[in-house]
């Protein structure tokens, strides 16, 4: 049996290899602290200098949609709250409860999902589904939260965290430099390994220089 997230072998029947397990735990503790820091990136240019404007042709928007998107109905919280009701149906607990602000809900929701962490890793047919999903999620919320000026974008960190969890974090070329590093694991990145992360094509499961 192989996992439903990685397709890594399993030494038992699971959903999850621990690796995914592991990661899935992580962003879903880290999920609501990123809901919170998005609120400080609302305003356009916050938290971030993309350095002199050429050029503007039109007025800034008052909020950024990209974040707002993150932050209102249909977003990080509804993404949460869907699994968490998938889980609980699974289990035949019926609906959760959805109330309070959406701040409260995506901790609720997040909450809900950790504590039940075991099972889903063991035995709920969706896990893969949504380790992948969670790891989206915590990978575009991280993007959103990086200051750092995005000049290229080379793919997707491949590094292995353990167990065939991948990081999966944006990777960017910094302005000036010839230099990829993760911003998420670390994981250092030569120039000569970038045309297969652009095409997703690894060609090792951890991507990077040793």
């Known amino acids: ?35 919170l820091l998005l609120a400080t990136h609302l305003r356009p240019g916050a938290g971030r200098s993309d350095g002199p404007v050429a050029l503007v042709r039109e007025a800034p928007l008052p909020v950024r949609e990209d974040v707002l998107d993150m932050r209102a109905e249909g977003g990080l919280v509804t993404v949460l709250e869907g699994w968490r009701e998938a ?3 699974a289990r035949g607990w019926g609906q959760p409860a959805c109330t309070g602000s959406i701040e409260r809900r995506v901790m609720a929701a997040a909450r809900g999902l950790q504590l039940n962490i075991e099972w889903i890793a063991a035995e709920f047919p969706g896990a893969g589904d949504m380790a992948r999903e969670i790891r989206a999620l915590a990978g575009q919320a991280a993007a959103l939260l990086d200051p750092a000026p995005p000049t290229l974008r080379v793919g997707d960190c491949a590094a292995d965290l ?5 990081c999966g974090a944006p990777l960017r070329v910094p302005a000036g430099t010839a230099e990829v590093r993760c911003r998420r ?14 095409t997703g094509a690894w060609a090792v499961p951890a991507g990077a220089a040793a």
Do not use: K, S
């Not at 353990?162 to 991948?166: F, K, L, R, S, V």
């Open 1 to 35: 049996m192989n996992c439903t997230a990685c397709t890594a072998a399993l030494d038992a029947p699971a959903q999850l290899c621990d690796g995914c397990a592991r990661g899935l735990d992580v962003r879903l503790g880290e999920l609501p602290a990123q809901y």
């Open 87 to 89: 889980m609980q149906n």
């Open 162 to 166: 353990g167990g065939g969890d991948i």
């Open 185 to 198: 694991c670390g994981t250092d990145y030569p120039p000569n390994t970038w045309l297969t992360l652009a």
